[in-house]
């Protein structure tokens, strides 16, 4: 099983249309979590921190299920700008605050 | 927000040439940057984690005498690929971590080995 799992890919939806990202992890003791997204041959630029308690940041909301060990991202009116690779990223401290990226789940927002 | 330059952007080498790859923080002092490799289509997957003044944690399946890298500084960390492959083409990027934890990357080098 592979230490941080994400939906598979890709994600055609409408402009304005409301689409949901999950991922989720295998090791418990994963303390820190983040959503970043990745354009087309470029580097992975930070969308978001994950909180427990949740986060909202404009139209984007992470959350958070440690009991589930659970990790989700709601993208709301979508627009053509969000078309992008998406991922999700855990810190593992307990080896030396090693990340663990997800395999990516591809967005595209169609007119 | 803080910045993490890489230099060279894009590289061609012949195969068995040496190619280095320089990763700076600008901003900020970062005591650990991470390496990273990405094929195409493919995530990122974590080599080594390269810490100021100490020798480069190595992940499994990374060969350390390959992939050599140094943190000399607290702003710059090097990895060199040496007698680089065909098959060491990939896209490299480092990362820095910032005051909350988050990863700050760079913006890459794409290796080309002919």
């Known amino acids: 099983r592979k230490e941080v799992e994400q939906d598979p890919g890709p994600f055609n939806v409408p402009e304005g249309a409301t689409v949901a990202f999950n991922c989720t992890y295998s090791n418990s003791a994963s303390q820190s979590f983040f959503w970043y997204r990745q354009d087309c041959r470029k580097e992975p630029k930070l969308l978001m921190s994950v909180y427990s308690s949740g986060n909202e940041d404009g139209r984007f909301t992470a959350q958070l299920n440690r009991a589930s060990q659970y990790i989700s991202l709601l993208i709301r009116d979508s627009k053509l700008s969000d078309s992008a690779t998406y991922l999700c990223v855990v810190i593992l401290y307990n080896q030396g605050g090693k990340l663990i990226f997800g395999q990516g789940t591809e967005l595209s927002v169609k007119p | 927000g803080a910045v993490v330059s890489q230099h060279p952007s894009r590289v061609i080498c012949k195969s068995g040439t040496s190619v280095k790859i320089e990763c700076r923080s600008l901003d900020f002092q970062a005591t650990t940057m991470f390496w990273y490799r990405q094929f195409p289509k493919q995530s990122l997957m974590l080599m080594a984690t390269s810490n100021e003044g100490s020798k480069a944690t190595y992940e499994q399946g990374v060969e350390k005498d390959k992939f050599l890298i140094n943190h000399a500084s607290l702003t710059l960390s090097t990895l060199t690929v040496t007698s680089a492959h065909p098959e060491d083409s990939s896209f490299y990027i480092c990362?820095?971590?910032?005051?909350?934890?988050?990863?700050?990357f760079g913006p890459g080098t794409r290796l080309t080995v002919l």
């Open positions: 990362s820095a971590t910032g005051a909350y934890n988050e990863q700050f």
